[in-house]
């Protein structure tokens, strides 16, 4: 089954609330609706072309998760079924159907809540350079994907488009927000990775860091955008694991590692990603969904 590769959405008929680097936000009543284009960025840059069924990839299997933790913190999801969206949204049921959901509209707090089991990525450069990570001092002599003694919480920015999220403190996160939100943002944050590492470690995933997002609903924190995708995270194959080197990974670090291996100068305009890189990114996309959830997408 071929997809149409959706790359923007334009819905007329509904109020267009946010765009995203890759999600396209509609106001719906109350609430929001968020689509899952087949948008890909990398180093906060988007690139012209679209991954095929990346969008239906991003929006199942953060389904998947935020049931699979709903016990730890409630989250925004209503559904994700077109056919009980409200009524102004029925003309869009073709290209809404699998790439979008319909959330409750919560007042984001404004840190990207990352954490770290392995050192990797930013993390790795920002050791190499400092010996440290958002503060926090680590022990001397680490290899690069090497397993932290225990999961560290490294908050950041949350930037605009084009712009670049930034590592921050906890004391520069305290800027941004009140001590009591950072304590449940990070507990929850570590208690989430806590639960999934172990459920991926047993389908063969090792899940290196991931980003989470909370906002405010009624006064109370929850979980909002999307959750462990494979934009968010580091999936790496647990029986191809070595300490001391990158990883072979099923996230967008493939199309970073191609436009590392051009010079990819990390501005726009982007580079026109290759046929091949376009179709691995695919497999790579709907590989791990169906390695996680045992479901197919196609």
Known sequence: METKVILDTNFSNLKLFAKGKVRDIYEVGDNLLLVSTDRISAFDVI????????????????????????????????????????????????????????VKKAKVVLIECIVRGYITGSGWKDY??????????????????????????????KAEIGEHDENIS?????????????????????????????FALEKGIIIADTKMEFGYYNNDIILVDELLT????????????KKGRGQESYDKQFVRDYLLSINFNKQPPPPVLPDEIIKKTSEKYLDIYEKLTGEKIV
């Open 230 to 241: 494979p934009d968010s995270s580091r999936f790496w194959p647990l029986d191809k694991y």
């Open 128 to 157: 190499l350079a400092t010996g440290e990570i958002s503060g926090i001092k680590l022990a001397e002599g680490l290899q690069e994907s090497e397993k932290f003694p225990e999961p560290i919480f490294t908050p950041s920015t």
């Open 47 to 102: 690139m012209g072309q679209g991954i095929p069924y990346k969008g239906m990839v991003l929006t199942k299997i953060s389904e998947f998760w935020f049931n699979y933790i709903k016990d730890v913190i409630p989250n925004h999801l209503i559904t994700t079924n077109v056919d009980e969206y409200p009524d102004e949204c029925k003309e869009y049921a073709a290209d809404l159907r699998g790439r979008s959901m319909l």
């Open 170 to 198: 906890a004391e520069q996160a305290l800027k941004i927000t009140d001590e009591n939100t950072f304590k449940i943002l990070k507990e929850k944050t570590l208690e989430i990775y806590y639960k999934v590492l172990e």
